[in-house]
C-alpha cells in the first residue's frame, strides 16, 4: 500500500482544544510530504480551522474534506463531513443548535451581582461565582416572589434549571432556587510569621 493510497478522515486541528495539536496549515503541509491528495479536518463541536485548512488545501491543489466531530446529549461524539457548500451550512446550523440545546444542571456559588431593572418586567438577573467562574441566572416572576426572601437575602444560593453554554458563557433559567449552608471551620485560619 503506497502513502497516497491513505487519506486522513478524522484529524483534529489545535482548534480542538486539548485534542489536537497542529494547526491547519501544519495538517496539509504533512498531507504534500505524503503525496495525499485530500484529507478531511473534524474539529470537536465546531469548524473553527475550516478556513485557513480549506484555503491552505486549496493553494496546495489538495482536496480539502470538512466536518466535526459533534457531541451528542448522552455525550457520546459522531463524525460528520459535508460534501457541498448547503452540507457545510447545514453543519454550521447544527453545531449552533448543538451549542444552545438547554441541558439540565445545577449550579451552585456566591451571588455576586442581584438585578431586577424596571424594564425587565419583574425578571430578576443573578450573575453567581464558583471556583470555576460566572454563570448568569434569569429567575421569572413567579420563582422570584416564590423565593423572593432567598434570592434578596442569601449570599450563597444552588440553582436548578436549564442551562446554556454559549462560547463558554454559562446562563441557566431557574426553575428552583435553595440556599446554600457554608461549611463554617471549627477553627478559624491562622497567619503565620
Not at 16 to 23: K, P, T
Not at 135 to 145: G, H, K, S, T, W
Not at 160 to 166: D, H, L, P
Given at each position: 500500500m503506497s502513502s497516497s493510497a491513505y487519506i486522513e478522515l478524522h484529524a483534529r486541528s489545535a482548534f480542538?482544544?486539548?485534542?489536537?495539536?497542529?494547526?491547519p496549515e501544519d495538517y496539509i503541509a504533512c498531507a504534500a510530504v505524503h503525496n495525499s491528495p485530500a484529507m478531511a479536518l473534524t474539529d470537536v463541536d465546531g469548524?473553527?480551522?475550516?478556513?485557513?485548512?480549506h484555503m491552505t488545501a486549496k493553494?496546495?491543489?489538495m482536496k480539502a474534506h470538512i466536518g466535526a466531530e459533534i457531541t451528542t446529549e448522552d455525550g457520546s461524539r459522531c463524525t460528520v463531513l459535508v460534501e457541498s457548500r448547503a452540507g457545510y451550512q447545514d453543519l454550521c446550523r447544527l453545531?449552533?443548535?448543538?451549542?444552545?440545546?438547554?441541558?439540565?444542571?445545577?449550579?451552585?456559588?456566591?451571588v455576586v451581582v442581584r438585578q431586577r431593572p424596571g424594564a425587565a418586567k419583574g425578571i430578576v438577573f443573578l450573575s453567581m461565582e464558583d471556583e470555576t467562574g460566572i454563570?448568569?441566572?434569569?429567575?421569572?416572576?413567579?420563582?422570584?416572589?416564590e423565593r423572593r426572601l432567598v434570592l434578596v437575602t442569601e449570599p450563597y444560593l444552588l440553582i436548578?434549571?436549564?442551562?446554556?453554554?454559549?462560547d463558554n458563557v454559562i446562563h441557566v433559567l431557574a426553575r428552583r432556587v435553595e440556599r446554600i449552608h457554608p461549611i463554617t471551620p471549627a477553627m478559624t485560619s491562622h497567619d503565620f510569621k
Open positions: 480542538s482544544f486539548l485534542r489536537g495539536a497542529a494547526i469548524v473553527y480551522g475550516a478556513p485557513r485548512f493553494k496546495s491543489g453545531v449552533t443548535r448543538m451549542k444552545l440545546r438547554a441541558v439540565p444542571k445545577p449550579a451552585a456559588g456566591n454563570a448568569n441566572v434569569v429567575v421569572m416572576p413567579d420563582l422570584f416572589e436548578e434549571g436549564k442551562a446554556q453554554n454559549v
